[in-house]
């Protein structure tokens, strides 16, 4: 069965912190992997991650994908109160859907 | 690009009752997913579509929910009946697959519907 975990469930910090957000999977014939920032509607699309080793970036967001270990993390530097969101990890499997983690809540506080 | 439509936006009904919830794509995406998010079971994929044609539908809860993509730019999402525990937000998002080549995907609003 394929499953995702993200940790930590919740994060809170000051801004101008740098945080680490963790995502662990295990997906069948996996095919790429997708980082969506939610807060108060619909995810919004922050990066996909194909390969091994190579980071995106995008701002003070980027993002790197490890798919021997079966994992990616998402970093953001200098944190701002408008970080503050639930950011979803979604692997995707062979038939193109996406099998969403719980996410991690972060919070951030001035 | 107006992006995707969702409607209703918002819905209150009673249990029983029948909800239908609609989904128009991104125009040129041959594919549409439909999903619920509930703060205890997350986001949750119920089911897909490809070029309108039902892929994977083993997330639907039971057979009071059905699916229809009747043509490339509207799909519906029908509750019959509902139940209190229905009550979710309900996401529809659209993408492009080329063979093994795949688009984000691209949510609508979505929908919160309330079943008292």
């Known amino acids: 069965e394929d499953k995702v975990v993200q940790s930590p469930l919740s994060l809170v910090v000051h801004e101008g912190d740098t945080v680490t957000l963790n995502c662990s999977y295990e997906v069948t014939n996996f095919r790429s992997l997708l980082w969506y920032k939610q807060e108060k509607k619909a995810p919004t699309f922050l990066f996909m991650l194909?390969?091994?080793?190579i980071e995106k970036k995008s701002g003070r967001l980027s993002s790197i994908l490890d798919k021997k270990e079966l994992f990616s993390i998402l970093n953001i530097t200098a944190t701002q109160t408008g970080d503050s969101a639930v950011y979803l990890c979604?692997?995707?499997?062979?038939?193109?859907?996406?099998?969403f983690g719980k996410g991690t809540k972060l919070s951030v506080k001035p | 690009d107006a992006g995707v439509i969702q409607s209703p936006r918002h819905e209150v009904t009673e249990m029983g009752q029948e909800v239908t919830l609609r989904c128009k794509p991104i125009s040129g995406h041959n594919s549409l997913f439909w999903y619920r998010q509930t703060m205890m079971r997350g986001l949750e994929l119920l089911i897909y579509?490809?070029?309108?044609?039902?892929?994977?539908d083993s997330g639907m809860p039971e057979d009071r929910f059905s699916a229809k993509m009747p043509n490339a730019s509207f799909s519906t999402l029908k509750i019959q009946p509902s139940e209190p525990r229905d009550s979710a937000v309900y996401f529809c998002?659209?993408?492009?697959?080329?063979?093994?080549?795949?688009?984000?995907?691209?949510f609508g609003p979505g929908t919160r519907l309330t079943v008292l």
């Open positions: 194909t390969s091994s080793g």
């Open positions: 579509f490809n070029n309108n044609v039902p892929i994977d």
């Open positions: 979604a692997p995707r499997g062979s038939q193109g859907n996406l099998i």
């Open positions: 998002a659209s993408s492009l697959i080329k063979g093994k080549s795949t688009d984000t995907q691209y």
